[in-house]
């Protein structure tokens, strides 16, 4: 029997298929395509946890993709701002929604919270994951959509990191080039246009690059605070629970981290006196660092070994 609609026409889900696999087909035909054994999984993505997670793949997505190659003031007056395009507490919730999106991408978690629900149990497993996010682990295939939510997110910060890191060497590189020494003449507006800059700002494709984004897939065994609450908000989202899911959408060492990050972008532009030096706070301070602050949120904590008493 197939299972009822735990969510209304309000709470609308865009198919994303997951799996298919093409066989070889003998030399004298022409190659055709062969459904998986069991039929094609799918997995379903809510539009409007796709809109809240639009903030965090629209951000690392842009600033990841800023050339490392300078050519002048101008230019780089515009990455600074391009990097600035987040802010803190959005892309903490936005990085969670990320993780649930990407939670939801485990066929096998989908249909067992789907299940529960056609039984009779969302109730009580709606409460249950509100108190205690990690218990959304111990569902069926909930360690598989923690894995894929791991990779999800840590491959995002991870790129960023990575192409920060490329930048911070331009800024030594690139004292060869004399307008690069000159003093900055406009501090104070380059800081405030920096600081306008933040927040998330929708473009057409955005909608499109996330589909594109989860469809990456990839596991990573682990997880984190972030990745267990990624995948509890994916559960309550099943269910029809947004206002529960909502209230799991934030972790404090992560949006502390940004939020040091942001401040200390800042800090840089505000000293520094040359337009390398502003170089140097794009790639460490805008990139680098909110990228490391991904990479440690999908980071599963370390065990704690206590002493026997």
Known sequence: MRPRSVRGLAAAVIAVILTGCAASAPPASPPTASAPRGGAAQAYVDVGLAGQASPFEAYTRRAAAIDPGFANPSQLGERLRTAAGYEPKQLESAMIAYAALAALQEPRFV???????????????ARRLAQDPDAALALPGGSAAAARANAAVARRGEALANAGAQVKKTSYSIQRQSWSRARISNGPQRLAAVKQAAGYRAE????????????????????????????????????GRDAEAKRLMTDRNAGQCLRMAKLNYHQCLAAAGTHYEDVYCLGVHAMTDPGQCVVDAAKAPRSVRRAGL
């Open 204 to 239: 057409p494709a955005d909608r499109a690059q996330l589909t594109q984004a989860l469809a990456e897939g990839g596991r990573r065994n682990g997880a984190s605070p972030v990745v267990s609450r990624g995948v509890a908000v994916a559960a309550l989202t099943v269910l």
């Open 111 to 125: 249909q067992a919270i789907r299940t529960q629900a056609s039984k009779g149990g969302g109730r009580d497993l």
